[in-house]
């Protein structure tokens, strides 16, 4: 859909203010001189225009004084994300969208945008939850505009009613099949293919025909210190080569902290015997290193082996034994390892704060709606409806037999002369519906018993023509 584009000479009275003002803030903008690449103002010259937003964003991002941030997955989440909305970003400036007559315009991109994607659910999270969070702000628009463009985002998304596709997670078949491989790799190294190759092809390390000993022996001590601990990945990789007994290993979780916090964890000797060649590996090829794998996300540091390079490892690995991307979004993460963890303790009749417990979270919400699969969710779903189905059953066997009770004791009663009205009233001798009794006409009109007392119903039946058997209470 062709987007209309605004002239200055088409706009109102207050767009002209707010491009005048816009001008005097690029032109002071553009004397400090920066490493990215944006329209320069010259003052006392032609007008060359405003910043846009996507340029003051990226000006924001490339900042010398964030340099040394720009590998952490935050500012890289939100580099993506200006990336993937820059064709609309660099039509405008943050003054703009103050414009009635604009704003439409923008949120029009946005909605186009969100009917022809492909992109995951997840992915869709991430880049909109940059964008008011970070882009939008970091480019200087108003905070009352940014809430406007989250809420018509939104409400855009929810109008649409996309169906989420559910994410299949890891079975254990996948998984034993998975660590059979590696473990067939790692006894015969002879047998395995560059793993580097299938998961990345135009990787430098792509060219050799195998794999090498050393990095099957640290793939494998990788998955299995994951798998066996259920930690972050991160948290794994950083793993102390003095803190790996020959018994437990103590990890430190990072998460979220300024301080590290040491959790311990006793292994069984099975699990140690696959990690333990690639620990005695370091300690005698690289006596230097202090961390088993890699010191950080983004470099090796005192480590021995690049993130990276476990990375492709793990996602290589984990295509030959054909297992799926681990995410909606298609990445193959050992992270997610831990909703493994998650389904089997539940399996095992766990609830869901050990879960949380176990894997460290701050709360129990956020172990239900990252960690709980959609399979294992689904099967929850299922275990619940069929509790609920019981118990309704139940309710409805418990009526019928009290139904059925209720209509014994009424045979037993017709049997010695007594019924029911039908109207919510008791129970009287039969007798009494012969409106012609001479004796209850007498005893009517006498007054001396009411109708319907202990006396008075002794009295009638013991009196009566109507057969009875046992004494009356």
Request: charged content about 30%; some cysteine.
């Amino acid at each position: 859909m062709a987007r209309k584009i605004y002239r200055e000479e088409e706009l109102n009275e207050e767009w002209k203010e707010a491009r005048e003002k816009a001008i005097e803030r690029g032109m002071a903008l553009g004397h400090s001189k920066g490493p990215t690449t944006r329209s320069e103002w010259i003052q006392g010259d032609m007008d060359q225009g405003t910043a846009t937003i996507a340029e003051l964003a990226q000006t924001w991002l490339d900042n010398p004084r964030r340099a040394h941030r720009k590998n952490d997955s935050q500012p890289q989440n939100t580099q993506r994300a200006l990336n993937k909305f820059r064709p609309v970003l660099s039509r405008y400036n943050p003054d703009d969208l103050r414009v009635d007559s604009v704003y439409p315009d923008f949120i029009r991109w946005f909605e186009d945008f969100l009917e022809s994607t492909e992109l995951a659910k997840s992915t869709l999270d991430t880049y909109f939850c940059q964008l008011w969070s970070a882009i939008l702000p970091y480019a200087g628009v108003e905070g009352r505009i940014v809430i406007d463009v989250k809420k018509d985002i939104k409400r855009y998304r929810k109008k649409l009613k996309i169906p989420e596709h559910p994410h299949r997670a890891i079975t254990d078949e996948e998984l034993v099949d998975w660590l059979n491989l590696i473990q067939g790799w790692c006894v015969g190294p002879e047998s395995a293919p560059n793993i580097v190759a299938v998961s990345s092809p135009g990787c430098s390390m792509a060219k050799s025909q195998r794999t090498s000993r050393v990095h099957l022996l640290a793939l494998r001590a990788y998955v299995w210190l994951a798998l066996s601990q259920g930690g972050r990945a991160d948290e794994i990789r950083r793993t102390r080569i003095s803190e790996m007994q020959s018994d437990s290993v103590t990890r430190e979780i990072m998460k979220m902290r300024t301080y590290t916090q040491p959790i311990k964890t006793s292994l069984p000797q099975w699990v140690m015997a696959k990690v333990d060649p690639y620990v005695q590996h370091c300690k005698t090829e690289r006596p230097d290193a202090v961390f088993l794998f890699s010191e950080s996300e983004d470099r090796t540091g005192r480590g021995t082996i690049s993130a990276s390079t476990l990375n492709k490892l793990v996602k290589g690995s984990m295509m030959l034994a054909g297992l799926g991307p681990t995410t909606p979004g298609g990445y193959f993460r050992i992270h997610d390892l831990r909703k493994v963890w998650a389904r089997w303790i539940n399996q095992n009749g766990g609830s869901i704060e050990e879960v949380c417990a176990f894997l460290t979270h701050s709360s129990t919400e956020v172990t239900f709606r990252a960690y709980y699969s959609d399979d294992l969710k689904d099967e929850l779903r299922k275990t619940a409806h069929e509790g609920g189905l019981a118990t309704l059953e139940a309710l409805l066997e418990e009526r019928d037999d009290l139904n059925a009770r209720i209509s014994e004791l009424s045979d037993q009663l017709e049997r010695v002369g007594f019924w029911s009205d039908g109207q919510g009233g008791g129970i009287y001798p039969s007798c009494w519906s012969e409106d012609d009794d001479p004796l209850v006409h007498e005893l009517n009109s006498s007054g001396n018993e009411a109708i319907g007392s202990p006396s008075r119903i002794r009295t009638r039946v013991m009196g009566s023509r109507t057969p009875h058997d046992g004494p009356l209470h």
